[in-house]
């Protein structure tokens, strides 16, 4: 940013220098040629025979005369250089009292108070703006997620880094790759950042291979006051550009808009309804592509039309648009279908090759495809409404369809992470809907999971005190407390028919431990000791329980019960018992072929 903003003024003095030192080089260049040709007449044999004399005192004057016009054009020279140097020194001058005066107009502009100390805006960026502008960066923030104030003023062609591991920079592929369309969807998105995708897009893909851009407009809002500038922009703006854009690149892009909104599942099978290329990359508008990203997605399409497949994300910072690079990994999700990050395949380590695609559970959104094949196996689920869970259908599908999903290291795309989204103030009612929707539809006997995970609060709670909860703990670390009650996951207890109280959240993942409660037979603390390790050493984990009755470990006939310790806070003890008794908020009747109540 600053940089950005010195650079016309680092530009003009690198200029006037340049001018400077190449008068310079040139006036020494001359000098010296004069010195040679002086040298050269000095040397001058005399003949003996006068004519010869007479023809060499001619040639002598002629030089002379040559010498003393040289002189004349090498003195204009210094003449010009000298009036030159000094319009460099006047105008260097006039550069620093800029530059100074710059400074001071800054300082002076430098705003007495932070008009938003709180925002996450301004957390690391603004320092310079006048309360006016921090008022208006501040407004379109709100309205965005994103540093809209920022976004306009960088260039649509900026430069970013390349992230990609050097080895990519090895691969060659080949010249007859398949067609690309490019799908950009969008809703209420501001008209720099859609500009700056798509100028990504045209300058890092191989002309030959993209075949088309098409913009997607999910309804956009257009009636409501404040978004009166952003219709205008998005309508009419929008459509001015795109005119421009074809006028240079003929049919080059496409919008198509909704009149309704429908939801982000929706706006991407319009993209991939219009495309006609082979291949298609759906993607959201707030992303800028990183150089060579298209072509390993394009050859490995062709070696396999079935694998569905991501490029790796970098983020663009929503504060600063500075890139964060990250880490190579897979695409997971947890019982919620919320997407997260996983750790790369041991298969996949093993082969030694970092430009190797990586199989992967999921998506995280993003996609490319054989445009054919995503229709055969159904393209995404249209009855995904607004946000989520649409990623982890369609994963679940392409596995099951024989299709597979892949995540390419050296396809990269720098990703927007809002701070918040412009349609939502709440996501969860969606992520939860669609989730649901996904678990009846795919997950046979684990959809309990998904419910669990997502609808009951399942606390143990002492009658002694209703207001606290058996909860996890700090972690780490593995002694159970008791806590006010807050509903959160540290305090999920699952009683197991089988005997265990599983304790904290429920863990979707092979490596992951889920958490026992345990007697470890001396002490009165109990603790809590991963599952599978504590049923193979025998500990004992396994208790007697009903709803509204005592806890009694089947091994050691201890009570898990509550007392009050010297500051009279209640704590958790494993003891004779006194008949105090627990209740679980929720009861399903049978793990894994539970009603969810
Ligand atoms: N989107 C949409 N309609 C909606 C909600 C979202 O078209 O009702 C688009 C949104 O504009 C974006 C994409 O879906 O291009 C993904 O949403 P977002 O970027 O908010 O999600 P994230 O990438 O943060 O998971
Ligand atoms: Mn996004």
């Given amino acids: 940013m600053m940089f950005r903003r010195n650079f016309p003024k680092v530009l003009c003095i690198g200029l006037i220098l340049a001018i400077a030192i190449n008068l310079l080089v040139f006036y020494s260049r001359g000098t010296s040629q004069i010195s040679l040709l002086g040298h050269k007449e000095l040397q001058l044999p005399l003949s003996e025979r006068e004519g010869e004399v007479v023809k060499r005192l001619s040639h002598l004057e002629a030089d002379l005369q040559h010498l003393k016009e040289s002189m004349k054009l090498a003195l204009k020279q210094q003449e010009s250089m000298n009036s030159t140097l000094t319009r ?9 009292n800029a530059v100074k005066s710059t400074e001071s107009e800054a300082q002076k502009r430098k705003p007495q108070k932070k008009l938003f100390p709180h925002s996450q805006l301004f957390k690391q960026w603004g320092d310079d703006l006048s309360e006016a502008e921090q008022q208006k960066a501040q407004d379109l923030f709100e309205k965005f997620g994103y540093n809209v104030y920022l976004s306009d003023r960088l260039p649509l062609n900026r430069t970013i880094p390349d992230t990609r591991d050097s080895r990519c920079l090895r691969k060659t592929y080949s010249s007859q790759l398949p067609s690309l369309s490019v799908v950009l969807i969008f809703m209420n998105e501001a008209l720099s950042i859609i500009e700056r995708a798509v100028t990504s897009v045209i300058n890092r893909t191989p002309s030959r291979l993209l075949k088309e851009i098409i913009l997607v407009d999910d309804f956009s809002t257009n009636e409501l006051q404040p978004y009166v500038r952003l219709a205008e922009e998005l309508k009419t703006y929008l459509d001015e550009k795109i005119t421009l854009y074809n006028h240079q690149y003929p049919g080059l892009l496409k919008i198509i808009r909704h009149a309704e909104r429908k939801g982000l599942a929706q706006a991407r099978n319009t993209g991939w309804e219009a495309a006609t290329a082979d291949v298609v990359a759906i993607l959201d508008a707030h992303i800028e592509v990183n150089i060579g990203w298209a072509e390993p997605i394009l050859a490995r399409i062709q070696e396999d039309r079935t694998v569905v497949v991501s490029p790796v994300f970098d983020n663009i910072r929503f504060d600063t648009f500075i890139l964060s690079k990250y880490e190579l990994a897979v695409d997971g999700f947890n019982w919620e279908l919320w997407c997260r990050y996983d750790a790369l395949p041991q298969a996949w380590i093993d082969l030694q090759d970092v430009t190797a695609p990586v199989k992967s559970p999921s998506i995280m959104g993003i996609l490319a495809a054989n445009r054919l094949f995503l229709g055969e196996i159904g393209s995404l689920d249209g009855g995904m409404l607004v946000y989520g869970g649409e990623n982890v259908e369609l994963s679940l599908r392409v596995w099951q369809c024989g ?56 606390q143990m709670k002492n009658t002694l005190d209703r207001t606290i909860c058996v909860d996890r703990g700090p972690v780490p670390g593995n002694i159970p407390i008791m806590y006010p009650c807050h509903e959160f996951s540290p305090q999920n207890v699952y009683y197991h028919l089988t005997g265990e109280f599983y304790v904290g959240p429920l863990v979707a993942e092979a490596t992951a431990a889920d958490h026992c409660l345990t007697d470890p037979g001396s002490g009165e603390k109990p603790t809590l000791e991963p599952c599978s390790e504590a049923a193979r050493k025998g500990l004992h984990i396994h208790w007697d329980f009903k709803q509204e009755g005592a806890a009694v470990n089947r091994d050691t006939k201890r009570c898990l019960e509550i007392e009050k310790d010297a500051s009279s806070a209640y704590v958790l003890v494993l003891q004779t018992c006194t008949s105090q008794v627990w209740e679980l908020q929720h009861t399903v009747g049978s793990w894994g072929h539970a009603h969810a109540p």
Avoid: F, T
């Fill in 88 to 96: 460099v020194k006047v105008e260097v001058r006039s550069v620093q």
């Fill in 403 to 458: 299709g597979k999903i892949e995540v390419l290291p050296c396809s990269r795309i720098a990703h927007l992470e809002r701070s918040h989204k412009p349609y939502a103030l709440d996501l969860s009612p969606a992520l939860k809907r669609n989730a649901l929707r996904v678990a009846e539809i795919w997950m046979g006997e684990h959809k309990h999971m998904v419910y669990l995970a997502w609808n009951i609060p399942l």
